[in-house]
């Protein structure tokens, strides 16, 4: 062991190898700049070889720091998590998740109450939003997004190929035994979604008649509540139908299901501070429960 690197000089490495400035290490560690230099220069003279060129404008990685830095990071990571798991977390941590506002109350909230018993620990802050592009004034941890995975501010992750089946009463659902009785059923559109009952139609082979009685919402949600009250039949993810099925607040008349049109993402940010496992803990989650 007596080859093994000081534990506070390898985290001074890693922090200012990720931020780029042993002025934001020393910051985010706690320390000055002047002991975050020390360390690291105490580093590089018991490896016999230099982590970084360093200039007046910028401090960059040599190619050995480079190959050095990731053996360093998993260590770092390795040791955290076995501490977190064998004596615990000392505090909570709050995670702010953003997420479409349907997909907040009809899928994650729903199954919240669960998470949470299972990590005591955790505190999850939910910002609910009705379009992807909405420019929120606080930073948050978790971004799901709703659309086709293409957004400039960061590299998306597919969570799931999402589809959407009818929903109504279930006592609408009795009378409607095959696609073509919804020829004559009120159907509920959503806005910015106009087309899903065309495609739907398209699908199972009809053509509705240009007066077909119909309810505009403005959101999924607010579909569902409308078909739950009765107004008509309403499309909606599969996974919250199953769900509100379940409940007993509606039914799925028909089996037939049609893909979205557009899909839930992980969108990640490029962030340049570490991500909290807490964070990691609630992405999983997420990944679960909306594959």
């Given at each position: 062991?007596?080859?093994?690197?000081?534990?506070?000089?390898?985290?001074?490495?890693?922090?200012?190898?990720?931020l780029g400035?042993?002025?934001?290490?020393a910051?985010?560690?706690?320390?000055?700049?002047?002991?975050?230099?020390?360390?690291?220069?105490?580093?590089e003279?018991?490896?016999?070889?230099?982590?970084?060129?360093?200039?007046?404008?910028?401090?960059?990685?040599?190619?050995?720091?480079?190959?050095?830095?990731?053996?360093?990071?998993?260590?770092?990571?390795?040791?955290?998590?076995?501490t977190?798991?064998?004596?615990?977390?000392?505090?909570?941590?709050?995670?702010?998740?953003?997420?479409?506002?349907?997909?907040?109350?009809?899928?994650?909230a729903?199954?919240?109450?669960?998470f949470?018993?299972?990590?005591?620990?955790?505190?999850?802050?939910?910002?609910?939003?009705?379009?992807?592009?909405?420019v929120?004034?606080?930073?948050?941890?978790?971004?799901?997004?709703?659309?086709?995975?293409?957004?400039p501010?960061g590299?998306?992750?597919?969570?799931?190929?999402?589809?959407?089946?009818?929903?109504?009463?279930?006592?609408?659902?009795?009378?409607?035994?095959?696609?073509?009785?919804?020829?004559?059923?009120?159907?509920?559109?959503?806005?910015?979604?106009?087309?899903?009952w065309?495609?739907?139609?398209?699908?199972?082979?009809?053509?509705?008649?240009?007066?077909?009685?119909?309810?505009?919402?403005?959101?999924t949600?607010?579909?569902?509540?409308?078909?739950a009250s009765?107004?008509?039949?309403?499309?909606?993810?599969?996974?919250?139908a199953?769900?509100?099925?379940?409940?007993?607040?509606?039914?799925?008349?028909?089996?037939?299901?049609?893909?979205?049109?557009?899909?839930?993402?992980l969108?990640?940010?490029?962030?340049?501070?570490?991500?909290r496992?807490?964070?990691?803990?609630?992405?999983?989650?997420l990944?679960?429960?909306?594959?």
């Open positions: 062991m007596s080859n093994l690197p000081n534990l506070l000089w390898l985290r001074s490495f890693e922090s200012a190898a990720r400035s042993f002025t934001a290490a910051q985010e560690l706690g320390l000055t700049q002047a002991a975050v230099s020390t360390h690291i220069r105490n580093l003279s018991q490896l016999g070889y230099s982590l970084f060129r360093r200039s007046t404008r910028k401090l960059t990685m040599t190619e050995i720091g480079k190959a050095y830095l990731p053996s360093v990071r998993k260590a770092i990571d390795e040791l955290a998590l076995s977190a798991g064998l004596f615990g977390a000392k505090h909570s941590s709050t995670i702010t998740l953003r997420a479409p506002i349907s997909t907040t109350v009809l899928v994650i729903p199954q919240l109450p669960e949470l018993k299972a990590n005591p620990l955790i505190n999850v802050r939910l910002l609910s939003a009705i379009w992807a592009e909405t929120l004034e606080t930073e948050v941890d978790i971004d799901i997004r709703l659309g086709n995975g293409k957004w501010d590299h998306a992750e597919l969570l799931a190929k999402d589809t959407i089946v009818p929903v109504c009463t279930p006592s609408l659902s009795q009378e409607i035994k095959s696609p073509e009785a919804l020829c004559f059923t009120p159907l509920i559109h959503i806005l910015g979604f106009e087309d899903q065309s495609r739907y139609f398209a699908h199972c082979g009809l053509t509705p008649s240009e007066d077909h009685p119909r309810v505009m919402a403005d959101t949600l607010a579909a569902a509540e409308l078909a009765g107004a008509g039949v309403a499309l909606i993810l599969e996974r919250a199953i769900r509100q099925k379940d409940t007993g607040r509606l039914a799925i008349p028909l089996k037939t299901s049609i893909p979205l049109g557009q899909d839930h993402y969108v990640e940010r490029d962030h340049k501070t570490r991500t496992q807490e964070v990691e803990t609630v992405k999983d989650w990944r679960h429960i909306l594959k």
